[in-house]
């Protein structure tokens, strides 16, 4: 599996992004994927998970009802779309293939990840 996550820039307080992971080997298509971030001289934060099928889908508190989480299957990809972006969520984002099929908050469900992108909120 090798994971690209894709999408980061610098963004004003309360733009839109959206992040893309893509596998491309294709061997996520049974397994839940996550998305994690970190930013400097913090630990690593659970943003975001889907099922393997997109039928579940996991939020941390502080993005919940500005991130959604989806899944184009046929595609192989996963995206974060990200709304009223803010400063504190300026980190750099890692997507994730679990080691089961749902969407797990814990860094420990996941096997393999991939690179990050940079996303930085200006103020």
């Known amino acids: 599996v090798q994971l690209q996550a894709s999408g980061g820039g610098v963004v004003q307080a309360g733009d839109s992004l959206r992040l893309s992971c893509a596998d491309s080997?294709?061997?996520?298509?049974?397994?839940?994927v996550g998305w994690f971030r970190q930013a400097p001289g913090k630990e690593r934060e659970f943003v975001a998970a889907?099922?393997?099928?997109?039928?579940?889908?996991n939020y941390g508190d502080s993005v919940k009802g500005r991130f959604t989480v989806s899944r184009d299957r046929a595609a192989n990809i996963v995206y974060l779309q990200m709304s009223s972006l803010k400063p504190e969520d300026t980190a750099v984002y890692s997507c994730?293939?679990?080691?089961?099929?749902?969407?797990?908050?814990?860094?420990?469900?996941?096997?393999?990840w991939g690179l990050g992108t940079q996303v930085t909120v200006s103020s």
């Open positions: 889907i099922s393997w099928n997109g039928g579940y889908t």
């Open positions: 080997r294709r061997t996520f298509s049974n397994n839940g």
């Open positions: 994730a293939s679990a080691r089961r099929s749902g969407a797990y908050a814990t860094p420990e469900s996941y096997v393999y």
